[in-house]
């Protein structure tokens, strides 16, 4: 049985990793000159490129690991340091927004290949799939720690988050209109903090499981 506090848990580190709202931004700057059409367009083929990159990754993510002789401590611990390096980033940096915007190339005389092109870069990777999501994917559905049924309930919640990311684009130009792009920021700093926690945390748990520290 799966309790609140676990899918709560889950929700929140793959809401924060895949961070809808500091997509918000990207997607204005990538579909600024399309037609309302081909934007809508950008936008669900984005979160399906995304949904397709994160469920390869929950499929062969521990397949790779078993490969490459990793146990799930060490990576545990490697990807936590990631994840937190990845906060900072979000908390001290230019901020998801103004640093993916700027990788949007110049548009092309042709809005259906511009369209295809701006939905796999910058929006599908590295905004909505970020390296951050595919770590995290790959520690929440460890096969030795968690059962089919735990995976398949990440991979739902996962789907949710990717589906409710989805309806923030189509409405991206009502939300920006409120936020702007200054309130855009300050709630990706705000995931970043809450993502840095869920860093840390996974750290201590990979340090316990190789015994340096004591359970808590």
């Known amino acids: 049985m ?32 399309l037609e309302p059409r081909l934007a809508r367009m950008v936008a669900a083929r984005a ?10 990754f929950i499929l062969f993510g521990q397949v790779i690991l078993d ?3 990793l146990g799930l401590p060490s ?3 490697a990807g936590g340091l990631v994840l937190f390096l990845f906060a900072l980033t979000m908390i001290f940096g230019d901020g998801k927004p103004s640093h993916e915007v700027a990788q949007v190339e110049k548009p092309l005389s042709d809005q259906h290949v511009q369209a295809r ?46 589906l409710i990311t989805l309806l923030i684009l189509l409405a991206a130009a009502p939300i ?28 201590l748990k990979g340090f316990v499981a190789i015994g340096v520290i004591p359970a808590f």
């Not at 979160?47 to 390869?56: D, K, N």
């Open 75 to 77: 990576f545990q611990i």
């Open 67 to 69: 490969a490459l002789g």
């Open 176 to 203: 920006l209109k409120v936020l702007r792009e200054t309130g855009a920021a300050v709630v990706s700093r705000v995931m970043g903090m809450i993502l840095a926690a869920v860093a840390v945390d996974t750290v």
């Open 47 to 56: 979160v399906l490129t995304a949904f397709l990159i994160l469920l390869l």
């Open 117 to 162: 092109r701006v939905a796999v870069f910058p929006l599908a990777m590295p905004s909505i799939a970020s390296p951050g999501a595919m770590l995290a994917v790959v520690m929440l559905t460890d096969n030795d720690r968690f059962s089919m049924a735990h995976q398949a309930m990440t991979a739902s919640i996962m789907t949710v988050v990717l």
């Open 2 to 33: 799966f309790n609140f506090s676990t899918l709560l848990s889950e929700f929140i580190t793959l809401w924060v990793v895949i961070d809808p709202i500091g997509t918000l931004p990207v997607f204005i700057g990538a579909t600024a000159s």
